[in-house]
């Protein structure tokens, strides 16, 4: 090698050491400020003063949220009508508690109706010391099923001091209700243990009695709906099953209706169930999934359950959620339910067998935190694979301060540097914009910045050469044609970028190669969600609509849900990444849609491919809401949306009849915040 090539390597080498350093200390700087902020705020929160104030907040902010009520409402009407509806969402949870139980004619229906399959079911509950009413009903409600070809299989570390546990099984040996099924094995089985080996050991002791082709988990204080095994049977039947879960409920007291929380869960999502496990109850599944692996593996203990169904989702071939609350999960001093601390190694075991699954699909370098939802909701950072380019396509017309806050936050926050942005000019005629141009041209970001003219291609234009109607997605293909980034990231004019990291947060989950189209979370400029994912369905036109839309920005979201990563059907292409190879594969954006539900056919594309779409709260940006074309739906444009609407529903009809599988049937398409869809629950259940 040449000195001079030596210089030049070294002096490369210097200017990426310092470009290294100076981003190293951009971002330490930012920590500092956080743990400052965080030092404060704690010292305010541990303020003796601040404590005897508790009572008077409370009631300011009680005042303040009503005030807010009213505000996002639009007037009083709409707060009494939301009142209305949570008083109509108490009721639910008795309508959804034992008034959802068979009457005589119904349960007679199930139990006698014969399946073409009717598998033999082992039940598996751990028994350790359990209170005579929580061993009871939990007993009864397996006796209770119309479907009866089951086992109980019972094993029982229970100490000397709670014999009755033994006495109790034993007197339920000899119901009526026992043995009735089909199969000569079914019933309850009865062993007790030597000694106490956790709820892992206890568990596994409890397979050895099984002989069932299905096995389900059930605790030792939960209660099952007697409709339970009938409706998995039923799936079993007709999708062919091998791996079946079901909402759940957590109730208080002695009674289900004393509900707590209801959890109306999504179909299988692989993202969702490593940030959270969503699934926890009530899983079945095919004995054949456990063939060379074990049932519950004690170096989990306290996560047991996360680690197992981890384990079988990846090795089912057909995981079918049903969409009915039929699990009773009881909340009671000690229990998980009822606080996450009683059982504190259970955090530690739950991102152990989060660790355990990502590695054993290859991926080695991770980090697993706990977010700001809950111990065991968990944020998962994959190691970004080298630096590949990234091309930011933005289109734009006038409106040159919008342009020029997202294009300065995109140079001066962005942690990742090796971009592109490629400026799609679409009709701007004024000298500001003009002069912007020029600015990008000539100025600093002159070397990332490229701009392209829409209309100054003929092949644009119509065959008079004039500019025909504005088509967003045709502005959109152009601009990714003249870009050449590895990955394509959609972004609107009117976006501002919040998060430092946001480009290497979406290209995580990008440069999967199971995952197509990965979108941030926007916000109005008053911190209020603009956008977490898109749900199928959602909204007036029954197309498609945002999730949490118009929440504060700090909610958690429906079950945490907007602390963690997760699939959804669609993203906004207001920022959304994808790698050139997926947005080629799939024809880019459909031209069919001019302005609007571009984005939404896109991912849908993409989701027929077999790709996972993906929404991450950790790409946060400021996004100003179509400043740029506005969003008039009067006139011309309403037609237009009413026009593109008909044409997405005509297109994507199979799968909206289906429903959206990351939205649970049991909400309300009218709303965009989970609220229940209480009048339809008895349609899903007579289906």
């Not at 210097?14 to 200390?25: G, N």
């Not at 079945?284 to 060379?292: H, I, N, Q, W, Y």
């Not at 995580?508 to 400029?525: E, H, T, W």
């Amino acid at each position: 090698m040449s000195s001079n090539n030596e210089m030049d390597y070294k002096s490369a080498y210097e200017k990426e050491k310092l470009k290294s350093a100076e981003l190293a200390q951009r971002v330490a700087d930012l920590e500092d400020k956080n743990q400052e902020l965080e030092f404060k705020l704690g010292r305010i929160k541990n303020n003796p003063i601040w404590k005897a104030s508790t009572p008077a907040r409370n009631v300011m902010h009680f005042v303040i949220r009503q005030k807010d009520r009213v505000k996002n409402a639009g007037s009083i009407g709409g707060v009494i009508a939301k009142l209305k509806y949570k008083q109509i969402e108490r009721k639910a949870k008795v309508h959804y508690g034992t008034e959802s139980f068979p009457d005589e004619q119904r349960r007679t229906e199930e139990e006698n109706e014969k399946f073409e399959k009717m598998p033999l079911i082992s039940i598996l509950v751990p028994l350790y010391n359990t209170p005579e009413k929580f061993l009871r009903d939990m007993i009864e409600s397996v006796l209770y099923q119309t479907y009866s070809n089951w086992q109980l299989c019972l094993a029982d570390g229970s100490d000397a001091d709670h014999d009755y546990v033994e006495q109790i099984v034993r007197e339920y040996e000899k119901d009526s209700r026992n043995k009735k099924g089909p199969d000569a094995r079914c019933g309850i089985l009865y062993h007790r243990l030597e000694k106490n080996t956790g709820i892992s050991g206890n568990t596994n002791e409890c397979l050895k009695l099984a002989d069932g082709e299905y096995i389900g988990l059930l605790d030792h204080d939960d209660i099952l709906h007697p409709e339970v095994l009938y409706h998995y049977v039923k799936v079993i039947n007709e999708q062919n099953a091998d791996y079946i879960y079901c909402d759940e409920a957590t109730f208080s007291g002695n009674s289900i209706d004393h509900m707590i929380t209801m959890h109306f869960k999504p179909d299988y999502a692989p993202d969702n169930l490593r940030a959270n496990n969503y699934i926890c109850h009530f899983s079945v599944f095919k004995r054949s999934l456990l063939d060379g692996t074990e049932l519950f593996r004690t170096k989990f203990d306290g996560s047991q359950d996360h680690d197992m169904i981890l384990r079988l989702t990846d090795n089912a071939e057909k995981i079918v959620h049903v969409p009915m609350l039929l699990y009773y999960w009881r909340s009671h001093a000690g229990s998980v339910a009822s606080d996450i601390s009683a059982k504190s190694y259970a955090i530690d075991a739950a991102r152990g067998a989060v660790a355990d699954h990502l590695r054993r699909h290859g991926y080695e370098h991770f980090k697993i935190t706990s977010t700001r939802a809950f111990e065991t909701i968990f944020k998962i950072a994959y190691e970004v694979q080298g630096t590949p380019k990234i091309s930011i396509v933005i289109p734009t017309c006038e409106h040159v301060e919008d342009l020029r806050r997202c294009i300065t936050s995109i140079y001066e926050k962005s942690t990742y540097d090796n971009y592109e942005i490629i400026v799609v000019e679409n009709g701007s005629t004024s000298k500001e914009t003009a002069a912007y141009y020029d600015e990008l041209r000539n100025g600093a970001m002159s070397s990332v910045v490229k701009i392209v003219d829409f209309y100054a291609d003929k092949n644009n234009l119509t065959a008079d050469g004039k500019k025909p109607a504005f088509n967003y997605s045709k502005v959109v293909n152009y601009g990714v044609k003249h870009s050449d980034g590895d990955y394509i990231l959609l972004l609107n004019n009117d976006t501002q970028v919040i998060t430092v990291n946001w480009m290497e947060e979406m290209l995580m989950y990008a440069q999967r190669k199971d995952v197509g189209a990965v979108g941030g979370k926007l916000y109005f400029p008053n911190r209020k969600i603009q956008h977490a994912g898109i749900v199928l369905r959602l909204g007036a036109h029954r197309t498609a609509g945002h999730s949490h839309y118009g929440q504060e920005g700090m909610n958690l979201g429906y079950m945490g849900r907007l602390c963690y990563a997760q699939n959804v059907s669609a993203v906004t292409g207001a920022c959304l990444m994808v790698s050139r190879e997926k947005y080629d594969e799939v024809g880019g954006f459909d031209e069919g849609f001019e302005v609007s539900l571009n984005d939404v056919d896109f991912c849908l594309k993409l989701r027929q491919k077999g790709y996972l779409n993906i929404f991450t709260p950790f790409a946060e940006m400021f996004h100003f809401e179509s400043a740029s074309r506005g969003l008039d739906l009067e006139g011309e444009n309403a037609k237009r949306y009413d026009r593109e609407s008909e044409h997405f529903r005509t297109k994507w009809k199979e799968v909206l009849d289906k429903g959206d599988p990351y939205y649970n049937p049991n909400f309300s398409l009218d709303r965009s915040d989970f609220s229940l869809n209480v009048e339809g629950y008895s349609s899903l259940r007579n289906k």
